[in-house]
């Protein structure tokens, strides 16, 4: 008799335990969604969450769970940038970077972080929106459905639209588990904030400078201050596209929570920042600076009980940020990721390296708990480095000799890394010049407008190969 009353009660709890099982498996799959912002500072993000506090992204129901505010990029534009966020791997192993429109191809002999949420099982998406994301270079691989649009400074595929595809994609996948990378371009240049945007602003004198283009930045180049009324209102227009970038991350949360998805995780970064003359210069591409690799990292989890917003102040790149998503969801992290020297918790010890330029001189930066250094390579010259104290001077305008430990430190990672990048193959470099395909045309006109294309007096036809005389030196010949 006892017995057939705990047998009863044991059906009894496992009937209810599976009702709620059920109940959980009904809901949607799982979702990891990761934006990257194209060119966004982290202190336009900063200023938000300063000025609007717990309503810096309205629709989203909580606060963000992490802020990390020394979060760097493994370089400062976007091709080797979102590569190694994809592979988990320093840019001279992924080989994704270049110069001018001589550009790598992501190497096939790396896994990447959508064929690492497939091989799981999950379903994998990209919206992206710039010519550095072509399929042509290969950060296609690995994701299901790769919506790509090229994005032309006068002519992109805004925030609102690229969010709208995204949320389609997230409801066809209904039950299944879904990684999901959208890509945001609005705040590169031109900086030409929507008229409806210009007008509820108000701002007269700021409308009629609207658009903003790279000629006319390179007009200012040599001639305006920081202090400059011309510079404030680019940068001013720049702030009001990043503006649309992050109220259009706040519409893709909200969309995605109202699909009542199970557990979802949401991560909001950049491939690298912009400069208005924080260093003399405009744009990006060139330098290693904290205007160009320092980058907002944000983090929201939601479903597993209320967590209290938390920022974070240790040392972390986005090249780990892959391994760190995997961990995050219980997943197996591909061999082929770094082990990651990113400070995720704040303990210290944290350590983030970038490399490659788009054009000039080659350069390699490491930031650590206490310093920044930064590093020009020159082939036949010895290397030369200025560092920062990255408390005291994070926007890095008092450079000081580089300690000799740390300049050790850092070319001995770049070493290992130009060794470890021997062993995964370097594919031939594509001029996006001139051809007959009509894609490579596409790309070539995009990169063109964007201001990248055509003769670069100081780049000297150099690459990312100072140092190394092997197969890859021939590359530079050739822009
Ligand atoms: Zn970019």
Do not use: C
């Given at each position: 008799m006892r017995r057939a009353f705990e047998l009863?009660?044991?059906?009894?709890?496992?009937?209810?335990?599976?009702?709620?099982?059920?109940?959980?498996?009904?809901?949607?799959?799982?979702?990891?969604?990761?934006?990257?912002?194209?060119?966004?500072?982290?202190?336009?993000?900063?200023?938000?969450?300063?000025?609007?506090?717990?309503?810096?992204?309205?629709?989203?129901?909580?606060?963000?769970?992490?802020?990390?505010?020394?979060?760097?990029?493994?370089?400062?534009?976007t091709l080797p940038a979102v590569a190694s966020i994809l592979t988990g791997v320093d840019p001279e192993v992924h080989h994704a970077h270049g110069k001018a429109t001589v550009l790598a191809p992501l190497t096939p002999d790396l896994a990447t972080l959508p064929e690492a949420f497939r091989d799981a099982g999950w379903r994998t998406a990209a919206v992206t929106n710039a010519a550095f994301l072509s399929p042509l270079l290969g950060l296609d691989r690995g994701f299901d459905v790769y919506d790509h649009e090229h994005a032309y400074n006068r002519t992109?595929?805004?925030?609102?639209?690229?969010?709208?595809?995204?949320?389609?994609?997230?409801?066809?996948?209904?039950?299944?588990?879904?990684?999901?990378?959208?890509?945001?371009?609005?705040?590169?240049?031109?900086?030409?904030?929507?008229?409806?945007?210009?007008?509820?602003l108000g701002d007269a004198a700021l409308t009629s400078a609207a658009p903003v283009t790279l000629a006319d930045l390179r007009a200012?180049?040599?001639?305006?201050?920081?202090?400059?009324?011309?510079?404030?209102?680019?940068?001013?227009?720049?702030?009001?596209?990043?503006?649309?970038?992050?109220?259009?991350?706040?519409?893709?949360?909200?969309?995605?929570?109202?699909?009542?998805?199970?557990?979802?995780?949401?991560?909001?970064?950049?491939?690298?920042?912009?400069?208005?003359?924080?260093?003399?210069?405009?744009?990006?591409?060139?330098?290693?600076?904290?205007?160009?690799?320092?980058?907002?990292l944000l983090m929201w989890r939601f479903g597993r009980g209320t967590q209290p917003p938390n920022r974070r102040d240790g040392v972390v790149s986005t090249r780990d940020l892959g391994r760190r998503l995997l961990e995050l969801e219980g997943l197996a992290v591909p061999d082929s990721f770094a082990p990651s020297t990113s400070d995720w918790d704040g303990a210290g010890g944290g350590v983030a390296y970038s490399a490659t330029t788009l054009y000039g001189p080659v350069r390699v930066a490491l930031r650590t708990d206490d310093a920044a250094l930064l590093v020009e390579l020159r082939e036949g010259a010895p290397p030369v480095g200025a560092q920062y104290d990255l408390a005291a001077d994070p926007t890095e305008q008092r450079p000081r000799d580089p300690d000799p430990a740390l300049l050790d430190r850092l070319l001995d990672r770049r070493r290992a890394n130009r060794e470890a990048g021997r062993a995964t193959r370097r594919l031939d470099w594509l001029d996006l010049g001139p051809s007959k395909h009509a894609e490579r045309d596409a790309t070539l006109r995009s990169l063109e407008s964007l201001g990248y294309a055509g003769g670069d007096g100081d780049s000297n036809g150099d690459s990312d190969d100072v140092g190394d005389r092997d197969e890859d030196s021939g590359a530079g010949d050739r822009r």
């Amino acid at each position: 008799m006892r017995r057939a009353f705990e047998l009863v009660l044991f059906l009894a709890i496992f009937a209810a335990l599976k009702v709620a099982l059920d109940r959980d498996d009904a809901r949607p799959g799982r979702t990891v969604v990761l934006v990257v912002v194209d060119t966004l500072r982290a202190d336009v993000v900063e200023a938000r969450l300063d000025e609007r506090g717990d309503d810096a992204f309205p629709l989203v129901t909580s606060p963000p769970i992490r802020v990390h505010a020394r979060a760097f990029s493994a370089s400062g534009w976007t091709l080797p940038a979102v590569a190694s966020i994809l592979t988990g791997v320093d840019p001279e192993v992924h080989h994704a970077h270049g110069k001018a429109t001589v550009l790598a191809p992501l190497t096939p002999d790396l896994a990447t972080l959508p064929e690492a949420f497939r091989d799981a099982g999950w379903r994998t998406a990209a919206v992206t929106n710039a010519a550095f994301l072509s399929p042509l270079l290969g950060l296609d691989r690995g994701f299901d459905v790769y919506d790509h649009e090229h994005a032309y400074n006068r002519t992109l595929r805004r925030a609102d639209e690229t969010v709208a595809r995204a949320l389609e994609i997230v409801e066809a996948a209904g039950g299944d588990d879904l990684f999901l990378f959208v890509h945001l371009f609005d705040p590169h240049l031109d900086y030409d904030p929507t008229a409806d945007r210009l007008a509820e602003l108000g701002d007269a004198a700021l409308t009629s400078a609207a658009p903003v283009t790279l000629a006319d930045l390179r007009a200012l180049e040599g001639t305006a201050q920081a202090s400059d009324a011309r510079v404030r209102d680019a940068r001013r227009l720049y702030e009001l596209e990043a503006d649309a970038a992050l109220d259009a991350f706040d519409r893709l949360v909200e969309g995605v929570l109202l699909q009542e998805r199970r557990k979802p995780t949401f991560v909001l970064t950049a491939d690298h920042g912009e400069e208005f003359l924080d260093h003399g210069g405009f744009e990006h591409g060139h330098t290693l600076h904290a205007e160009l690799v320092r980058v907002p990292l944000l983090m929201w989890r939601f479903g597993r009980g209320t967590q209290p917003p938390n920022r974070r102040d240790g040392v972390v790149s986005t090249r780990d940020l892959g391994r760190r998503l995997l961990e995050l969801e219980g997943l197996a992290v591909p061999d082929s990721f770094a082990p990651s020297t990113s400070d995720w918790d704040g303990a210290g010890g944290g350590v983030a390296y970038s490399a490659t330029t788009l054009y000039g001189p080659v350069r390699v930066a490491l930031r650590t708990d206490d310093a920044a250094l930064l590093v020009e390579l020159r082939e036949g010259a010895p290397p030369v480095g200025a560092q920062y104290d990255l408390a005291a001077d994070p926007t890095e305008q008092r450079p000081r000799d580089p300690d000799p430990a740390l300049l050790d430190r850092l070319l001995d990672r770049r070493r290992a890394n130009r060794e470890a990048g021997r062993a995964t193959r370097r594919l031939d470099w594509l001029d996006l010049g001139p051809s007959k395909h009509a894609e490579r045309d596409a790309t070539l006109r995009s990169l063109e407008s964007l201001g990248y294309a055509g003769g670069d007096g100081d780049s000297n036809g150099d690459s990312d190969d100072v140092g190394d005389r092997d197969e890859d030196s021939g590359a530079g010949d050739r822009r």
